[in-house]
């Protein structure tokens, strides 16, 4: 039971770079999340999807894109990455409803030169 | 606007008990979790409060007073693996999740 996967885990890029970060989960959960950490604040929602073809915006959504064309795949692309997201980013999954436990993947550590 | 505190970082010893607090406030509530994340990891689900009270499962217990905007999480019997942050986090009216930064938990022997 592979669970909820990200790749890459590790990603070092120059500013002005497109960077996608994929995110799969393996449960078949309705909802997916996309998150940033950064030190001395809480995780922040970028985006998140409550089906397929389904996505809205969360707190952070700008220079971010997303999408959802399958259940199991959440992709989060940065068009022109800049050095102010340099961070930790999360994807997540819930089963049904945003009550639902989120299940969080191992994280990808994204930085920006 | 919207808001989570909780202390940035506490110190509790091996064996013993400790209760991390967390206020809130955020327009409309529809529960409130809470997570832990060891250094490097994911965080991962330790409670969810919607109701007024004391839910305990093991060592660890979460209360919530939805009255004055306020929870906490209790440890006991600390263990050292029990060294982490533990993540607040409350649903608000448009069920978006609202975390607050962490509260850094170090066990002494």
């Known amino acids: 039971d592979a669970g909820i996967t990200q790749s890459p885990r590790y990603k070092i890029t120059e500013t002005g770079r497109q960077v996608t970060l994929m995110c799969h989960q393996t449960w078949s959960h309705s909802y997916m999340f996309w998150y940033r950490q950064d030190l001395g604040h809480g995780l922040r929602l970028i985006y998140y999807?409550?089906?397929?073809?389904?996505?809205d915006k969360g707190e952070v959504p700008d220079g971010y894109v997303v999408s959802r064309s399958k259940t199991e795949n959440f992709p989060l692309t940065l068009e022109s990455a800049t050095r102010s997201q340099t961070s930790v980013y999360f994807c997540?999954?819930?089963?049904?409803?945003?009550?639902?436990?989120?299940?969080f993947g191992p994280g990808t550590r994204l930085t920006v030169l | 606007g919207q808001n989570i505190d909780q202390p940035t970082e506490m110190t509790a010893t091996e064996g013993a008990i400790v209760q991390i607090n967390c206020t809130y406030q955020t327009s409309g509530f529809n529960g409130l979790f809470w997570y832990q994340q060891h250094a490097g990891e994911a965080p991962t689900f330790l409670s969810y409060?919607?109701l007024d009270g004391l839910e305990e499962k093991g060592r660890f217990s979460s209360f919530l007073s939805r009255s004055k905007g306020y929870s906490y999480l209790l440890l006991k019997e600390l263990q050292m693996k029990d060294s982490a942050s533990y993540l607040c986090?409350?649903?608000?009216?448009?069920?978006?999740?609202?975390w607050g930064a962490g509260t850094k938990l170090i066990i002494k022997p």
């Open positions: 986090a409350a649903l608000d009216s448009n069920y978006q999740l609202i």
């Open positions: 999807s409550a089906a397929a073809d389904i996505t």
């Open positions: 997540a999954s819930s089963e049904r409803e945003v009550t639902d436990t989120q299940y």
């Open positions: 409060n919607v």
